[in-house]
């Protein structure tokens, strides 16, 4: 910021005189365009974003079903919620793919991008890797009733090589290491793309001059890769971080359509979580609950994205 400063103010006294009293013009237009480009987005947000928050918010207070008045619960939704062992059990594994899925990712994209810096095609590799993540996640869930079904492709293979007993994929206790396990494999070449695109932009000089020095594969990747392309990295953490709470259709269909009528208690997430307490149509809706569970999913993601942001703080490197 100092050395842009200093960089402004030399550019100014560069100007030719009556330079800055013709420009004055533009700037004060510039400025009254501010708010007609800026009121709409902000109309926007307000209608679709903080309107919904705060409605969300309000309700979490109450009892209510949808359809008869509102009863005043005070923080009753949220003492219910501590009490909730399916609200714990959908929070344990929400934060399970925020760390354990987190950390596979992003030693799978730090390990492909070291890899395919100097590979030839890397850009066609590179978008072969991409596109599991534009695919529906849905897909993924049907894909995993053919191979993972008692009668599917993977167990027909087992069956082939002699293993009589072959693992219940779908059962309650494995679907949800299968669920992260396609995380990861659906996710990491999103973070690849991303995080290739800084380190294409890291002169070749640096790893040059360091391979001269001697620095092996993980020294240039400590020293070089990971401080230059440090910000996109950062960006990347925060985009996981609002993603793993948002998991929801892949765990209905991977969870649910291939076991029972809904996914295994063990496999919620706060979203599924949410939906199955507000949407199931089985029980009276409880949307004070429901809202209650939303707010706090919400805080708990602030305050990990903050504490996050703090921690990958750092100065930033110029080269």
Not at 96 to 106: D, Q, Y
Not at 177 to 192: D, K, P, Q, R
Request: hydrophobic letters at 55%; glycine letters at 8%.
């Amino acid at each position: 910021m100092t050395v842009l400063t200093a960089g402004r103010k030399q550019a100014q006294a560069r100007q030719p005189p009556g330079a800055a009293g013709r420009d004055a013009p533009l700037a004060l237009g510039r400025r009254r365009l501010f708010w007609p480009f800026v009121i709409p987005a902000l109309l926007f947000l307000a209608v679709f974003y903080l309107g919904p928050l705060l409605f969300g918010l309000w309700t979490s207070f109450h009892s209510w079903d949808g359809y008869a008045a509102m009863e005043w619960n005070g923080l009753g939704s949220y003492r219910a919620l501590v009490d909730d062992p399916y609200f714990r059990t959908s929070m344990v594994n929400t934060f399970k793919i925020l760390v354990l899925v987190g950390l596979a990712v992003f030693v799978l994209a730090f390990a492909l991008t070291m890899v395919l810096r100097e590979m030839a095609g890397k850009r066609f590799v590179r978008a072969v890797i991409f596109f599991p993540h534009i695919v529906n996640a849905m897909v993924f869930g049907v894909l995993a009733g053919f191979l993972f079904n008692p009668g599917g492709l993977v167990n027909s293979a087992l069956a082939g090589l002699g293993v009589d007993d072959p693992p219940k994929w779908l059962g309650s206790g494995n679907v949800f290491l299968l669920i992260m396990a396609t995380m990861v494999c659906t996710s990491t070449g999103f973070y690849v793309a991303i995080i290739m695109a800084a380190v294409d932009n890291i002169p070749g000089y640096l790893y040059e001059d360091a391979e001269l020095a001697g620095a092996g594969a993980f020294r240039r990747f400590w020293h070089i890769t990971l401080p230059l392309s440090w910000d996109v990295v950062t960006v990347c953490a925060v985009l996981w971080t609002i993603s793993s709470v948002k998991v929801f259709e892949l765990v209905l269909v991977f969870g649910g359509t291939f076991t029972t009528s809904a996914p295994p208690i063990e496999t919620w997430t706060s979203a599924l979580y949410i939906y199955r307490n507000a949407f199931t149509g089985s029980d009276v809706p409880q949307f004070g609950t429901v809202c209650a569970a939303g707010i706090t999913s919400l805080l708990l993601v602030a305050v990990f994205t903050a504490l996050l942001r703090r921690l990958m703080r750092r100065d930033p490197v110029e080269y």
